[in-house]
């Protein structure tokens, strides 16, 4: 899940940021009697869409002494961020197991005494489950700590409408609008198409997204790393990446492609509803966004491309075990569970999140795998094709907060407010300025 962060909106979020602020105090479940037999209750906090649901209920099942509630899903990660790092610092009010996009790792992992060692609960053991790369994200520096096991990665595509493409007379079948844009240039050719044919809609969401998604794509291809080096330091101005993506961005909004809305607001959510943009940059996480926010109506009406230049990696989290939790040999198995390739398999039905587990990865349930409300794309084959090839890349201990500024002066620039040059100056000072914080 991502960041996005892993990973759904507006109305939907803010029910469910005010469930996860009202149930601040309570964390897990204070009242359980679990040395003694009784029923436990293990509370697990999210964000975004992480599909378990149908896992709760298969694992409730066969553990008839464990309740699970879980809290925050639909909430967006600027939302549920902070209230982690909050309940972590006070060392009450978390979860029995939280979630943590790759992006806040590096920052968790700075205080890997607020986690359970799950290497210490046999999580050794399952190392093979993972793919090796996602694996060791979870360690801390020195290897001798198993922060969190991972849930998914963010492998990458291009969803479109097909009927918007129809009308602007562009191909619609997958393999033909693949054909269509190898490069970002040439994805920025192709939108100059559609909007000169006035469909009544805009080529693209929002410059953000597809900034975030170009800048992993070049990061992951080239330096490994985008706003901070390996060595975490701040590199927003030195790498070539970061001004190579943000290049491309400005271009894309000189074209006039982009619809400005801005990603997670509510107008957001009722473009899809009300098919006001055509193509979204999507990771395999994004497609349980889209079908939730633009409902039944467009089942059919959305497909799935390649997504232009050498894929790329988006999102991906990590489910942990907080110290302050009063099950943690409970919270741990079921971690276990959800993050099995069983699990992984589960969670990737119920709303697209790619597993992170090469036995996942290779299981018939997800190479085979269609999804009818994308016009039977072939999703599994698109995003698990190359899965196991994906490059992470590097996230620093600030990389939230210092993309955020980022974005935020990307945006600026998609409003009219301020030229690229500004925006870029912006960007660095900005940047700078959060990292220091």
Known sequence: MATFSRRRLAAVALVAATALLSTTACGGGDDDDASAGGPVTLTVDVFGQFGYDELYK?????????????????????????KLTQWLAAGKGAGDIVAIEEGLLVEYKANPQNFVNLLDHGAADLKGNFLDWKWNQGLTADGKQLIGLGTDVGGMAMCYRKDLFAKAGLPTERDQVSKLWPTWQDYIKVG??????????????????????????????????????TSNNLVVDSNPAVKQAYDTTMDIIDSGLSGKYGSWSEEWVSAFKQSKFAT????????????????PAAKGKWDVADVPGDGGNWGGSFLAVPKQSKHQAEAIELAKFLTSAKGQIGAFKAKGPLPSSPQALEDPAIVDSKNPYFSDAPVGKIFAAGAKDLKPVYMGPKNQAVR??????????????????????????NAKKAAAK
Request: net charge negative.
């Open 192 to 229: 100059e198409q559609f909007k000169a044919k006035n469909t009544g809609a805009s080529f693209l969401d929002a410059a953000t997204n597809t900034f975030n998604t170009i800048l992993l794509q070049t990061a992951g291809n080239t330096s490994g790393y985008s706003y901070y080096d």
């Open 58 to 82: 298969e694992y409730m099942a066969s553990h008839p002494n464990v309740k699970i509630v879980e809290r925050g899903t639909g909430s967006n990660l600027d939302e549920y961020s902070p």
């Open 280 to 295: 979204i940059a999507c990771p395999a996480w994004l497609t349980g966004v889209i079908e939730g926010n633009a409902g």
């Open 404 to 429: 955020t500024e980022v974005e935020n002066a990307v945006r600026t620039v998609e409003l009219g407010q301020r030229s690229p040059e500004q925006g870029w100056t912006d960007a660095v000072t």
